[in-house]
């Protein structure tokens, strides 16, 4: 029996999976949580993508971290996700269109960047965004520190002076509680999110999608009854015959 997908690197960018044989296929960037790169999770997505005839490549922007300890968001760079996309969609491997899948920290990473992307007419967009769990405004800076038990010698408090992302080598207008204007961007858009979620709510979502229809947008939304932050095995199974068949339609 043959192995169906396989391990790619592609320099500049990461790492991933894509089906066996020269491609190209269509490609899909994804953006991890706070878990940070190195938790493995965005490396597993990828896999499911692969096996659905996707390259799908994580990209890793959290500061720091191992595999024991997820690291940091702090001051991430959005400008070089931006490139990282452009370079994805130069590849060899690449197919005609890309897609940008964000979960959680990484769901507002992609919306994000996207809105700041189409404001300032920015080559490489996205052709297709997907997102689970996201906020709908710009969030604080997370630190993995910060969860540690209190007592513990690398405990630290949360500093809300502190911000999550730059653009153009500044934060002065991303700071957390401005709204994510992704209304700007024109291109399709698949959100979900647990009915039942306890790090953030659903209501999220439904002010996102409301923003966007109000815009003349049409957003393909899926409310998961009963689904927490992270998603049970079936509403999990549920979420990736959704989210395929979203990229299918656009991408391929």
Request: glycine share 12%; aromatic share 10%.
């Amino acid at each position: 029996m043959s192995i169906k997908i396989v391990r790619r690197s592609l320099q500049d960018i990461g790492w991933g999976y894509s089906p066996s044989g020269d491609g190209p296929f269509p490609a899909i960037m994804l953006l991890h949580g706070s878990d940070g790169r190195w938790s493995g999770w965005s490396y597993r997505n990828a896999a499911l993508f692969a096996a659905c005839g996707f390259l799908a490549i994580p990209f890793g922007y959290s500061n720091g971290g191992n595999s024991w300890n997820a690291g940091n968001i702090v001051d991430v760079s959005l400008d070089k996700t931006a490139e990282a996309l452009l370079a994805l969609r130069s590849h060899e491997l690449s197919g005609n269109k890309i897609g940008l899948y964000g979960v959680s920290r990484g769901a507002e990473h992609a919306l994000l960047l996207v809105s700041l992307m189409t404001r300032d007419r920015m080559a490489g967009l996205p052709d297709a965004v997907a997102v689970h769990s996201p906020p709908d405004v710009i969030c604080g800076a997370f630190d993995a520190k910060m969860w540690r038990d209190s007592g513990d010698p690398g405990w630290q408090p949360w500093d809300p002076g502190k911000r999550a992302w730059t653009w153009r080598g500044s934060s002065n207008e991303l700071l957390p509680s401005i709204p994510i204007e992704i209304e700007r961007f024109d291109g399709p858009i698949f959100i979900s999110h647990g009915t039942q979620d306890k790090v953030w709510s659903a209501e999220m979502t439904r002010r996102l999608s409301g923003r966007l229809i109000s815009h003349g947008r049409n957003p393909e939304v899926h409310l998961y009854e009963g689904e927490d932050h992270g998603l049970s095995s079936d509403g999990e199974n549920r979420h990736y015959e959704l989210l395929t068949k979203f990229f299918v339609r656009h991408l391929a």
